[in-house]
């Protein structure tokens, strides 16, 4: 398990259709019945300066909406701030990049396609004022239609005076269209920043399995009790890092789960790993070893999440998807298809 070093300032997400409350309307939201985002990952978490960036968003849809197939078409659009061309008394410039939404509900954006890194780490260096630059990435998402550029452009510079993010989703052109925006904040450092480490950075939190992707309902009354959903994480998903004055915390990565699905029903929205709550409460038991990295001797059960699920009394095939985030800008997601089979139901 590496050690990471927390950040001054996080790398955060905040999606304008997710707005995560701790309400009763927050069990709702683990029903995808329409177009969704649910995240926004970075790739490094913790960026330095002059390496590669990859940025990810997770859209969601559901199999069919009113018995009918749901269309799923989408188009997503990137915009960046230009660090080039933050100068006084100037207007900040975007690169718009729209990329399309691949059959796992994906957006994928490499600096390949920006010839970012070197952008910006010859503006930090020539500032002179900071090692770091945040800056913004907007993102639309946009199904069943296509994205004008130009509007959205236009969009993102009133955003700045009206700090309205829905001005961003008239660019979604189409008649049957759906359209959502998010935006998420990038800290990058400056590579020559004595204190920042790039072995020793945040980490994605990563899914490894499912423990069963098929669920029986036994009885000729259909599903009537909720199942068990679990799910594995990596062990390197576990970090322990440093905290704000240098030390090394002597505590786990705390982890949460969000569950989503397009039918049934979770127990929860969000869980925490019971055996990870009893694995922070014996944290002392461990060690770092002559590399800097620290073992963690608590049984394999601390990787699972478990939730309950109840499935349509029917049974069918679901969708599933299952999103890890830890408390420093870290996300990671699976999809799966699952299924509910009730053999001996009968109406």
């Known amino acids: 398990m590496k050690i990471s070093r927390i950040l001054n300032i996080t790398i955060i997400c905040i999606l304008s259709s997710l707005s995560i409350t701790c309400t009763p309307e927050m069990e709702m939201r683990s029903q995808i019945s329409k177009f969704r985002l649910l995240g926004i990952r970075a790739e490094p978490v913790e960026i330095i300066a002059d390496t590669q960036i990859t940025l990810k968003a997770l859209f969601a849809a559901p199999f069919l909406k009113d018995d009918k197939p749901f269309i799923f078409n989408a188009q997503a659009a990137w915009i960046i701030m230009n660090p080039a061309s933050l100068t006084p008394g100037s207007l900040p410039e975007f690169i718009i990049n729209v990329t399309d939404v691949n059959k796992n509900g994906e957006s994928i954006l490499d600096s390949n396609n920006l010839n970012f890194p070197k952008e910006l780490i010859n503006f930090i260096v020539d500032s002179g004022n900071s090692s770091s630059l945040t800056f913004p990435v907007y993102l639309l998402g946009c199904n069943n239609g296509k994205i004008d550029t130009d509007a959205a452009r236009d969009a993102i510079l009133d955003i700045g005076q009206k700090t309205d993010l829905s001005l961003l989703e008239k660019a979604c052109t189409g008649k049957d269209s759906q359209s959502l925006s998010a935006f998420k904040n990038l800290t990058i450092f400056d590579s020559k920043n004595d204190n920042k480490d790039i072995s ?98 608590i049984n394999e059960d ?46």
């Open 200 to 297: 020793s950075l945040n980490h994605n939190p990563q899914i490894d399995k499912l423990l069963s992707e098929t669920i029986i309902c036994e009885g000729s009354d259909g599903c009537r009790e909720p199942k068990a959903i679990k799910i594995a994480l990596t062990p390197e998903s576990f970090e322990y890092y440093y905290d704000y004055f240098g030390e090394l915390r002597n505590e786990m990565e705390d982890i949460y789960v969000d569950w989503y699905s397009d039918g049934g029903e979770f127990s929860f929205s969000r869980v925490r790993s019971e055996d990870s709550v009893k694995a922070l409460e014996t944290r002392d038991k461990g060690y770092i070893d002559s590399h800097g990295n620290f073992t963690l001797q």
């Open 302 to 347: 601390s990787h699972w999440f478990n939730v309950t699920w109840l499935p349509p009394v029917e049974g069918g095939t679901f969708k599933l998807w299952a999103t890890v985030r830890d408390l420093r800008g870290g996300i990671g997601w699976k999809q799966y298809t699952l299924k509910a089979i009730a053999p001996d139901y009968k109406k």
